[in-house]
């Protein structure tokens, strides 16, 4: 079909007295189309005037539209059973022609942010080399609405620990404090509810409390809604990931804040400006930071080793062999682990994200040629001996064939023999020592057993002759 300018073309050709021989030759086209084409007299491209096949069976589509939930090839198989003749390729050009079935295509639009109003934050995973080796790690990402202005850190893992250690890093980064900071319905931060019905988790709450900022969600379905945040990380994973290998996480974290330095100084076709400068206007629209930033952290208890190590995300970090056996609190913090006995005993770490490693200070390593010595007996296991020094033969055994830690054997050990009385608690060892038995439940079982046996027994009723004998001795009947 022949376009409205080869039309006009054509008509404008003829009226210079051009031949249609000549027109033909210049415009490639047929001499009967060029005929066609003056007949009409017209530059306006006709409309076909086509009935279409599926018009006749239009209600009976709708019908069955609905009751095969939207499928048109259950549709046109259920048209042709009924004797219609209609190939799938006409029924679906008359349902998109005709809008039946389908969604009505809405346009995107745009969101326009003030300056100082909105920080966009969210995650994506990436594959990244650290160390020789791949992580699938999650890039959090983190930009000014107005500005454009880019910030992310790269991490093995991302809970609301990191989420908050993120976001500290982010606002110290951009210098000021939005009003809101929008993100999706993600776990970390919400508790429950999804967009305007949003309700942040606590602990995240009194974090945005802290800063002076509120937590918002896109509504389901809306990402666009967050899309400034969603576009870099495109750009991340095709430049700054593309072909680089890192040391450490670390050199991974200050490389990443030298080339954001650096893409924030850009000039930008899609916004046609350089967000530093478009920053330079939105610093003056942001809060300021409070004059003391808390440092982020949490807390953790644990129980030093026979080994004289602490466990903390698969790592494990020394502390003192004299610590062995003691309940400890070991505080995390983005770039060391603190670990305390008491306000006097202090051991630090510097932090480390990858796992399965040990750690152990200088100082906590035995003189060489010198074997670590190790604490004799668990403070459990010297209360048990104190008290009922007979079981040791059966305190040994189970330290060496228990299947539970040996700590926590032993302090099983010991509950026992403080809430259960002693004679039905010895009896009960005796008999597992006999058997071999060192599983602690079972041997609970036991004396449970031993104490109701003992220490419940129900008075049963006399015997008739004793109830003779009694009523004769009160009637003064000696036999």
Same mark, same amino acid.
């Given at each position: 079909? *022949?376009?409205?300018?080869?039309?006009?073309?054509?008509?404008?050709?003829?009226? $210079?007295?051009?031949?249609?021989?000549?027109?033909?030759?210049?415009?490639?086209?047929?001499?009967?189309?060029?005929?066609?084409?003056?007949?009409?007299?017209?530059?306006?491209?006709?409309?076909? %005037?086509?009935?279409?096949?599926?018009?006749?069976?239009?209600? %009976?589509?709708?019908?069955?539209?609905?009751?095969?939930?939207?499928?048109?090839?259950?549709?046109?198989?259920?048209?042709?059973?009924?004797?219609?003749?209609?190939?799938?390729?006409?029924?679906?050009?008359?349902?998109?022609?005709?809008?039946?079935?389908?969604?009505?295509?809405?346009?995107?639009?745009?969101?326009?942010?003030?300056?100082?109003?909105?920080?966009?934050?969210?995650?994506?995973?990436?594959?990244? +080399?650290?160390?020789?080796?791949?992580?699938?790690?999650?890039?959090?990402?983190?930009?000014?609405?107005?500005?454009?202005? !880019?910030?992310? $850190?790269?991490?093995? =893992?991302?809970?609301?620990?990191?989420?908050?250690?993120? *976001?500290?890093?982010?606002?110290?980064?951009?210098?000021?404090?939005?009003?809101?900071?929008?993100?999706?319905?993600?776990?970390?931060?919400?508790?429950?509810?999804?967009?305007?019905?949003?309700?942040?988790?606590?602990?995240?709450?009194?974090?945005?409390?802290?800063?002076?900022?509120?937590?918002?969600?896109?509504?389901?379905? &809306?990402?666009?809604?967050?899309?400034?945040?969603?576009?870099?990380?495109?750009?991340?994973?095709?430049?700054?990931?593309?072909?680089?290998?890192?040391?450490?996480?670390?050199?991974?974290?200050?490389?990443?804040?030298?080339?954001?330095?650096?893409?924030?100084?850009?000039?930008?076709?899609?916004?046609?400006?350089?967000?530093?400068?478009?920053?330079?206007?939105?610093?003056?629209?942001?809060?300021?930071?409070?004059?003391?930033?808390?440092?982020?952290?949490?807390?953790?208890?644990?129980?030093? &080793?026979?080994?004289?190590?602490?466990?903390?995300?698969? =790592?494990?970090?020394?502390?003192?062999?004299?610590?062995?056996?003691?309940?400890?609190?070991?505080?995390?913090?983005?770039?060391?682990?603190?670990?305390?006995? &008491?306000?006097?005993?202090?051991? =630090?770490?510097?932090? =480390?994200?990858?796992?399965? %490693?040990?750690?152990?200070?200088?100082?906590?390593?035995?003189?060489?040629?010198?074997?670590?010595?190790?604490?004799?007996?668990?403070?459990?296991?010297?209360?048990?001996?104190?008290?009922?020094?007979?079981?040791?033969?059966?305190?040994?055994?189970?330290?060496?064939?228990?299947?539970?830690?040996?700590?926590?054997?032993?302090? $099983?050990?010991?509950?026992?023999?403080?809430?259960?009385?002693?004679?039905?608690?010895?009896?009960?060892?005796?008999?597992?020592? $006999?058997?071999?038995?060192? &599983? *602690?439940?079972?041997?609970?079982?036991?004396?449970?057993?031993?104490?109701?046996?003992?220490?419940? !027994?129900?008075?049963? +009723?006399?015997?008739?002759?004793?109830?003779?004998?009694?009523?004769?001795?009160?009637?003064?009947?000696?036999?």
């Amino acid at each position: 079909m *022949l376009s409205q300018a080869q039309r006009s073309a054509i008509l404008e050709m003829s009226a $210079q007295r051009i031949s249609i021989r000549e027109i033909s030759r210049v415009l490639r086209l047929s001499r009967q189309t060029i005929r066609q084409v003056l007949r009409s007299n017209s530059a306006l491209v006709p409309e076909i %005037q086509r009935t279409e096949k599926a018009e006749p069976y239009r209600q %009976q589509i709708l019908d069955l539209l609905a009751n095969c939930k939207g499928n048109l090839v259950r549709v046109h198989e259920e048209l042709i059973a009924s004797g219609a003749s209609l190939s799938y390729q006409a029924l679906t050009a008359f349902c998109r022609r005709q809008a039946i079935g389908q969604t009505p295509v809405v346009p995107a639009g745009r969101y326009y942010f003030e300056p100082g109003v909105e920080l966009q934050h969210d995650t994506s995973p990436h594959e990244v +080399e650290v160390g020789g080796k791949k992580y699938k790690a999650q890039t959090a990402s983190a930009v000014l609405c107005y500005s454009r202005l !880019l910030f992310f $850190q790269i991490n093995p =893992t991302f809970q609301r620990f990191d989420c908050k250690v993120f *976001l500290t890093d982010a606002l110290r980064y951009i210098g000021g404090i939005p009003k809101r900071v929008m993100i999706d319905n993600t776990h970390v931060v919400v508790v429950r509810g999804t967009g305007r019905e949003m309700i942040p988790v606590p602990e995240m709450e009194a974090f945005g409390e802290r800063f002076g900022f509120n937590f918002i969600a896109h509504e389901r379905g &809306d990402a666009n809604r967050k899309g400034r945040v969603e576009r870099p990380f495109s750009f991340i994973e095709r430049n700054f990931l593309a072909g680089r290998t890192f040391s450490s996480w670390n050199d991974l974290n200050d490389r990443a804040r030298q080339w954001c330095d650096q893409v924030n100084a850009t000039y930008k076709k899609h916004i046609r400006a350089v967000p530093r400068e478009l920053f330079a206007v939105e610093r003056l629209h942001l809060k300021p930071l409070p004059a003391w930033i808390p440092e982020v952290y949490r807390l953790h208890q644990r129980t030093v &080793d026979v080994e004289g190590y602490v466990s903390l995300h698969s =790592t494990r970090y020394s502390t003192p062999v004299s610590w062995i056996g003691r309940r400890v609190e070991v505080r995390e913090t983005r770039d060391k682990v603190e670990i305390e006995l &008491d306000p006097r005993h202090l051991v =630090t770490h510097v932090r =480390t994200v990858a796992p399965l %490693q040990r750690i152990t200070l200088a100082e906590h390593k035995p003189p060489r040629g010198e074997r670590v010595k190790l604490i004799e007996k668990h403070p459990e296991e010297q209360a048990i001996l104190c008290q009922v020094p007979e079981i040791a033969g059966y305190v040994t055994e189970l330290k060496q064939k228990g299947r539970k830690v040996v700590a926590l054997s032993l302090r $099983q050990l010991l509950r026992l023999l403080r809430e259960y009385p002693r004679e039905a608690f010895l009896g009960a060892v005796r008999e597992a020592a $006999q058997y071999g038995l060192y &599983d *602690l439940d079972r041997v609970e079982r036991m004396i449970l057993r031993r104490v109701s046996r003992d220490y419940f !027994l129900l008075e049963t +009723e006399p015997d008739c002759n004793d109830c003779e004998a009694v009523s004769n001795r009160k009637d003064g009947n000696h036999d």
